[in-house]
């Protein structure tokens, strides 16, 4: 069996392969290119290559095009890019019924019925968000029988409004958080993702195989989900638009969870008004959600309508230069965006925040707790092969051939040797860190100073895959956003050597719409992005 049958395996003609048997099959990328469900490679067909979900969606309104032709030219795509040609791996699984629910709504369109904007629009879901027919697994081996009886709150929101779920992207296993020397992109069930810009560079994580794909055009939008950094950091390594929302504002009831504190679900697109367009359908306060009544009243009716020109005239805008200085191009990347805020009419000035960073080792004390307790919750209520934490450490040392080949577990067994979230020691983390983050760092300069945003490099460029060493970041600007909950946006704002860089936004709780608006005027203005090159290597 090769990944593209494991990516199938919620069909019900291959629930009967046992678990050994997709331990050997799914542990490596596939050595040949298979074609995916429905491919019909060599046909003519839709050009789907940099095509947004806006105009998508206008061309379908005019009668143009058919959600059934977008989701099979979709396919043909992946077929094309990601299993055979540069082999991106960023897809683990297709929906089996990925075209049928296209033909659907395109009946569902010639009736009259049209359920919005998103109606007929093929996305990918990270796989870490229950979708019902599909297996949902975190990337790891352990749970590639996990088959969710129904769909996460954000995923039957998104088909409520029209979207087609073409399949599901790969991620860092267990979304990073397994190991503390751990390859962004790489998981036991997926394999190692790769960078479309530059193939031994790095798509960082945790939704790697979303920043991946949607840069390559394997769809033109998709859902990441963040918990310090998981949205913003492949959306800017991969050349895209990328919202971390306010906690709470997108629903997490259905997504396997690291932090009740900090998780999130987010959009990830080529373009601003895609992440807003995609916003739109996956934005709604969910009740079983801890942090969703407080959401209530505070979404926009429509995130499309921030897409403005203009939208920084006038604005006040802090640099966090705190998060500059380890890298020439990004810093010049800086200088540029902030000249161009300046130039459409914007005030931009220093900010110094007195606790910057200090939230660290609060905030991985308040993430291992918190795993712990989600986790054992998630697995528990949604039936998984594996009922907790506990459990998955053993599994994983049973299996730790195909499991663990290149880096262990020391998250999961320093997760698992915590205590309940009764423990005064994780209140105190717990508030430390938000206080820190939030109230006295990025509250307190947008306060201060009266500023609409704080603005900040979002990462250094893209590193090369390393399974010797794990990761090797270098800087990142986008941390005290995720710790105080509080929502962040990513555009792209330049490149090194053809790896792109982006500069995140940073506001107030449900500022999303303003935030979409602020990178929308400086998208415009920038015109930053460029197409992935595929490049094997970097030249020396």
């Known amino acids: 069996m ?36 429905g491919a019909t490679v060599g046909k003519p067909g839709i050009d789907v290559v940099e095509l947004s979900a806006t105009e998508a969606r206008d061309r379908m309104a005019s009668g143009s095009l058919t959600s059934e032709a977008l989701t099979q030219a979709y396919l043909d795509r992946i077929a094309k ?80 409004a029209g979207a087609v779920i073409l399949g599901k992207a790969n991620l860092s296993e267990w979304a990073n958080f397994r190991s503390t020397r751990s390859s962004s992109g790489w998981s036991s069930r997926g394999g190692q993702t790769r960078n479309p810009y530059v193939l031994d560079r ?14 390559a055009s394997l769809a033109a939008i998709g859902v990441g989900t963040e918990t310090d950094g998981s949205i913003i950091c492949p959306a800017s390594v991969n050349g895209l638009a990328g919202l971390k929302p306010t906690v709470g504002l997108v629903s997490r009831t259905g997504i396997i969870p690291i932090s009740v504190s900090q998780d999130t679900a987010g959009p990830m697109a080529r373009t601003v008004s895609d992440v807003a367009l ?73 900010v110094k925040i007195p606790t910057y960073n200090d939230w660290n080792d609060a905030e991985f004390s308040v993430l291992l707790y918190e795993f712990k307790d989600g986790l054992n919750t998630y697995l528990k ?42 423990d005064a020691a994780y209140k105190k983390a717990r508030d430390g860190a938000r206080r820190m983050a939030g109230k006295d760092g990025l509250l307190a300069a947008l306060e201060k100073d009266k500023l609409d945003a704080l603005v900040a490099p979002s990462l250094s460029p893209a590193w090369p895959t390393d ?32 790896l792109p860089l982006g500069i995140t936004f940073m506001g107030r709780a449900y500022s999303e719409g303003a935030l979409i608006g602020f990178g929308y005027a400086l998208e415009q203005t920038l015109k930053a992005r460029k197409p992935p090159t595929f490049k094997a290597t970097l030249a020396q």
């Open 2 to 37: 090769q990944i593209s049958d494991c990516r199938s395996i919620a069909d019900g003609r291959l629930l009967i392969v046992l678990v050994t048997a997709i331990l050997v099959s799914c542990s490596t990328p596939p050595t040949s290119a298979p074609q995916s469900p």
């Open 81 to 160: 890019v990601d299993d055979a040609g540069p082999t991106l791996n960023a897809v683990i699984e297709l929906n089996p019924s990925a075209m049928s629910d296209a033909a659907a709504l395109d009946a569902e369109r010639k009736a009259g019925k049209i359920r919005g904007p998103l109606h007929g629009i093929p996305i990918l879901i990270k796989d870490n968000v229950d979708v019902a027919g599909m297996v949902n697994s975190a990337g790891s081996l352990a749970m590639a029988g996990h088959l969710p009886k129904q769909d996460a709150f954000v995923a039957k929101r998104l088909r409520d």
């Open 202 to 215: 790095n798509p960082c994580g945790s939704s790697s195989g979303t920043g991946s794909a949607i840069a």
């Open 278 to 350: 995609l916003l739109n359908g996956m934005a709604g306060a969910d009740d079983a959600d801890p942090s969703g009544a407080a959401a209530a009243g505070r979404i926009a009716a429509d995130y499309t309508a921030f897409l403005k020109a203009d939208a920084i005239k006038g604005k006040r805008f802090g640099v966090v230069r705190q998060a500059m200085g380890y890298h020439s191009d990004v810093d010049a990347s800086m200088t540029k965006a902030i000249d161009a805020l300046k130039a459409g009419g914007a005030e931009v000035i220093d």
């Open 381 to 422: 209520n949604s039936g998984a092969p594996h009922a907790s934490l506990e459990a998955l450490i053993a599994w994983n040392k049973a299996n730790a051939a195909q499991a663990m080949p290149i880096f262990g577990q020391e998250i999961f067994e320093q997760a698992q040797a915590k205590g309940p979230l009764s």
């Open 467 to 498: 399974h010797v060493l794990g990761d090797h970041f270098v800087g990142a600007g986008y941390g005290m956003a995720a710790v105080a909950g509080t929502p962040s946006l990513t555009v792209p704002s330049g490149d090194s050597h053809g």
